[in-house]
């Protein structure tokens, strides 16, 4: 089976295989560390150095593209659909900030 990262690179398979598209390791990890994370107690940046060896940014932007991957909603629908939904909460409240009247 051929696994794409979501930034497009993809893990060698044979030419001419036929096989599916499927995520990467690295972005079935993220998407479990975004699964379970709620529940654990800690500082999440400190959790995402240990773990993926990436800065907390570019984790985040990594996953920012992960959850718009069609592959990923395939792979974990409720999951990513939570995640869609709390950034889109986040950038509505970023919104009505920034159209708040200053005096």
Known sequence: ????????????????SGETPQLAERDTAILAFE??????????EEAIRLEFSLSAARYYQLLAVLIDSPLAL??????????????????????????????
């Open 1 to 16: 089976m051929r696994r794409c990262h979501v930034d497009g690179a993809r893990e060698p398979t044979s030419p001419g």
């Open 35 to 44: 699964g379970r994370w709620w529940r654990s107690p800690g500082a999440k």
């Open 74 to 103: 395939a792979y974990d629908p409720m999951l990513v659909k939570r995640l869609q939904r709390m950034r889109e909460a986040r950038a509505v409240a970023r919104a009505g900030r920034s159209l708040t009247l200053r005096d």
